[in-house]
């Protein structure tokens, strides 16, 4: 089906309105022959694992800039594990709410940010609920807080997104990677985020791992979690 629509959508052989049989069959046969070639599957599957990787990352970078920046986050019914439809999301069909349920468990746990978690959808499943809890916890924060951009510096400076989010006494601050289809799980070596004044010392919660710390003027980061929303 997603051939077929990518195809058809294309508009240069065939189209929705005027299909062209015996090019679309042509096309479906190839691809349906690639499936029964142990071959190419194994040279496939081999080659497609960092890009699986990077995009699984990218997935969660992608879900909790959304979650955390201004505006409101639009989430699908049932796309709050991993979606593969290759296609927009259809709001027609019924979620498996009973499997979504029983994969979340306990929301309140730390992340643990290893491949089962990033393979299965339950990490980013996970990350969208602490994000969504904390939103309902301080609201005024996510609707009124001012967006201030901050500036990663060092070895991968270039590999890393950072902003907080600032109202009253409230602050947040979310670090998120990118560009990782060469990145191993060093991500930040030798990696900082300077903090202006108004964020600086303070004590914060690492929202995703439960983790305590008091900042001064600067975020060292490690290379042990690809990603940090600290609430203070």
Do not use: C
Not at 17 to 26: L, S, V
Not at 77 to 82: F, I, K, N, T
Not at 190 to 200: I, N, R, S, Y
């Amino acid at each position: 089906p997603y051939v077929e629509k990518a195809l058809r959508e294309e508009k240069l052989r065939t189209n929705w309105d005027n299909t062209n049989d015996a090019y679309e069959q042509a096309v479906l046969g190839y691809v349906s022959h690639l499936f029964h070639d142990a071959r190419f599957l194994a040279d496939f599957t081999r080659s497609l694992q960092p890009f699986i990787r990077a995009g699984l990352l990218n997935s969660l970078t992608q879900t909790l800039i959304k979650l955390a920046a201004p505006g409101v986050p639009d989430i699908y019914q049932g796309s709050e594990a991993l979606n593969f439809s290759l296609v927009d999301p259809d709001n027609r069909r019924a979620p498996d709410y009973a499997a979504l349920a029983s994969m979340l468990g306990e929301s309140n746990a730390p992340l643990v940010f290893d491949d089962d978690g990033l393979r299965s959808g339950k990490l980013k499943q996970h990350l969208i609920a602490k994000l969504l809890h904390l939103r309902l916890q301080k609201a005024p924060l996510f609707q009124l807080g001012e967006y201030l951009p901050l500036t990663p510096t060092g070895e991968h400076g270039r590999q890393v997104i950072a902003f907080a989010r600032l109202h009253a006494d409230e602050a947040l601050i979310v670090i998120v990677p990118r560009l990782l289809f060469h990145a191993e799980h060093n991500y930040w070596e030798a990696t900082e985020v300077m903090l202006p004044a108004l964020l600086a010392g303070r004590r914060y919660q690492d929202v995703l791992t439960g983790e305590t710390l008091t900042l001064t003027d600067k975020i060292v980061l490690d290379e042990h979690t690809p990603m940090r929303v600290l609430s203070g």
